[in-house]
């Protein structure tokens, strides 16, 4: 159809004239196809883990019973494989479950704009280790940034006169409902060395002390790793703080770190009750530390309840 416009013809696209909103629903289907779980690459540097925990057992059998209800999330890649945005645990339970297709909504979305998706969609598992938020909101935060045309800058520090960084934040923290200190706590916890961010994880190091931990080098964390073996502690707050300003003064050796860690504190955790490992490799992982005892005793009550009654049986 023509519309005159003074001088000018303009014609009216083809697709506004006989699209109907069942037309553009269907459009949107065809986007939603089942891709071969072989064409589909994982996200890179995806920071949440996939457990293959008894959540995921479930997943696995109800996707035996029903397929996948829920479509994942990829996009198109330019060497024309599919890459991976959400739907990472619903794509590891086809596999464990023999499937070798996957059901996927195809997004056109750029690299940028998949980090901000895929990072949405997994902020609302119920359960996030600290290790995973700060991964992810850093890798979120600089997406951000990249998008509207600012500098990635290195420096997560919250105190700065940087406004255009201090925009990206604050929406940051807006959209995911932490406050803005709070989502550089957890970003700094990305400079942690793998094994005391693990201990985070663990809950074996609380979160305020990790971000003061944070601050110091590889080979300091190193050191500090090896003071808290020998002398089975973990830092307080006060003592992560006071490691941070003997840094900061130059003066932290391997030495005032093993002095800090033997300091007496109130949370001073326990030693291990048992040191013969016949009887620590018995002791389940999920017995909560320094409730060993309690689990021994009960053990051991309970075999000497079925020996009673094995006596009381002979006689």
Do not use: W
């Not at 040191?275 to 490799?281: N, Q």
């Amino acid at each position: 159809m023509a519309r005159s416009n003074g001088h000018k013809i303009e014609l009216t696209a083809y697709d506004d004239l006989f699209q109907t909103d069942e037309s553009r629903a269907e459009a949107k289907l065809s986007k939603i196809r089942d891709i071969p779980i072989a064409e589909i690459d994982e996200f890179p540097d995806h920071p949440f883990k996939v457990l293959l925990d008894e959540d995921m057992e479930q997943l696995v059998e109800s996707i035996k019973r029903n397929g996948v209800m829920t479509p994942t999330t990829v996009r198109l890649k330019e060497d024309g494989r599919y890459e991976l945005i959400s739907g990472h645990r619903r794509k590891k339970a086809c596999e464990i479950a023999g499937l070798e297709t996957l059901k996927c909504e195809v997004k056109e979305l750029t690299r940028d704009e998949a980090i901000i998706v895929m990072v949405e969609s997994n902020l609302q598992r119920s359960t996030i280790l600290p290790s995973e938020k700060a991964f992810a909101y850093k890798m979120r935060l600089e997406a951000m940034k990249r998008q509207a045309g600012r500098p990635t800058k290195d420096n997560y520090s919250p105190v700065g006169n940087n406004l255009e960084f201090a925009t990206s934040s604050d929406e940051l923290a807006e959209k995911v409902g932490e406050s803005k200190n709070q989502i550089f706590r957890y970003i700094r916890l990305t400079e942690l060395v793998p094994e005391i961010l693990q201990m985070v994880d663990e809950r074996q190091i609380a979160f305020r002390p990790a971000v003061e931990i944070s601050y110091l080098s590889d080979e300091q964390q190193y050191s500090l790793l090896e003071a808290m073996q020998y002398n089975d502690a973990t830092p307080s707050l006060a003592q992560a703080i006071k490691m941070k300003k003997f840094m900061q003064d130059g003066k932290l050796t391997d030495e005032v770190i093993q002095s800090i860690m033997q300091e007496e504190k109130p949370n001073q955790r326990e030693k291990p009750v048992f040191r013969d490992e016949r009887i620590t490799k018995l002791i389940p992982k999920s017995v909560p530390r320094g409730r060993e005892s309690d689990f021994v005793v009960k053990a051991l009550e309970f075999y000497n309840r079925y020996l009673q009654r094995n006596k009381d049986r002979e006689r």
